[in-house]
């Protein structure tokens, strides 16, 4: 199992401290990037993600949370990106979708695609033999701190069984309210890389990874 800290939850006016204390813990670190339209929410551009990628060797897991990511691809790439994953539900057209998917591989990144909790894995299956990655949200994104909302069960289940039968590669990743609590029933059902941001912060750092491993 991967764990992915969600910066989120850090406090930013010890970023490098923070970044530190999980450097040799976690095994991504995994950036919301919000635009206050797509969610109701503002956090944070391309400039933080070039800063923490001077200090940090982590894999940089960049989870876009915005209308028109196409527009800011290289800049995240150029930031430090390694994997780019924007919302299924940014855009309306199936095409839109599938360039992007293939701009951002064609650029040497690793492409993600995330659902949100409204969506279902079966309304992107025209995409899953494209994808490194698929990320299903268990919270409507936004905001840290959220419960862990069940459906997102089944949504692994789903995409863990469709990955076997169809020979695929794609990572399935888990974002929102992932907890001690839950992890052990999105591991059973085929989840591969949890990202966590106020369970992991909370407290002793350290402690909360491990006992998330
Ligand atoms: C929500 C974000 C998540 C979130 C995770 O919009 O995508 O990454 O910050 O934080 P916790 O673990 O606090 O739910
Ligand atoms: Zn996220």
């Given at each position: 199992?991967?764990?992915?800290?969600?910066?989120?939850?850090?406090?930013?006016?010890?970023?490098?401290?923070?970044?530190?204390?999980?450097?040799?813990?976690?095994?991504?670190?995994?950036?919301?990037?919000?635009?206050?339209?797509?969610?109701?929410?503002?956090?944070?551009?391309?400039?933080?993600?070039?800063?923490?990628?001077?200090?940090?060797?982590?894999?940089?897991?960049?989870?876009?949370?915005?209308?028109?990511?196409?527009?800011?691809?290289?800049?995240?790439?150029?930031?430090?990106?390694?994997?780019?994953?924007?919302?299924?539900?940014?855009?309306?057209?199936?095409?839109?979708?599938?360039?992007?998917?293939?701009?951002i591989?064609?650029?040497?990144?690793?492409?993600?695609?995330?659902?949100?909790?409204?969506?279902?894995?079966?309304d992107?299956?025209?995409?899953?033999?494209?994808?490194?990655?698929?990320?299903?949200?268990?919270v409507?994104?936004?905001?840290?701190?959220?419960?862990?909302?069940?459906?997102?069960?089944?949504?692994?289940?789903?995409?863990?069984?469709?990955?076997?039968?169809?020979?695929?590669?794609?990572?399935?990743?888990?974002?929102?309210?992932?907890?001690?609590?839950?992890?052990?029933?999105?591991?059973?059902?085929?989840?591969?890389?949890?990202?966590?941001?106020?369970?992991?912060?909370k407290?002793?750092?350290?402690?909360?990874?491990?006992?998330l491993?």
């Amino acid at each position: 199992m991967q764990v992915a800290v969600s910066l989120l939850a850090f406090d930013f006016l010890y970023l490098s401290k923070q970044l530190e204390e999980v450097e040799d813990q976690v095994d991504w670190l995994h950036f919301d990037v919000m635009d206050g339209h797509f969610v109701p929410n503002i956090s944070f551009g391309p400039q933080v993600l070039q800063d923490v990628s001077k200090q940090s060797a982590l894999y940089k897991d960049v989870h876009l949370m915005i209308y028109e990511p196409h527009l800011y691809i290289d800049a995240f790439m150029k930031a430090g990106a390694d994997l780019i994953t924007f919302h299924y539900e940014a855009y309306e057209s199936d095409d839109d979708i599938l360039s992007l998917i293939k701009k951002i591989k064609a650029l040497g990144l690793k492409a993600g695609l995330s659902i949100k909790p409204k969506t279902q894995p079966k309304d992107i299956l025209a995409f899953l033999n494209e994808l490194d990655l698929v990320l299903v949200m268990s919270v409507e994104p936004g905001f840290g701190g959220q419960k862990f909302m069940p459906e997102a069960l089944d949504k692994v289940a789903f995409l863990s069984t469709y990955k076997k039968a169809h020979n695929l590669n794609y990572l399935i990743e888990v974002d929102g309210g992932v907890n001690d609590q839950n992890a052990p029933s999105l591991k059973e059902k085929g989840a591969e890389v949890l990202v966590s941001g106020s369970y992991i912060m909370k407290g002793d750092i350290k402690e909360n990874i491990a006992r998330l491993k």
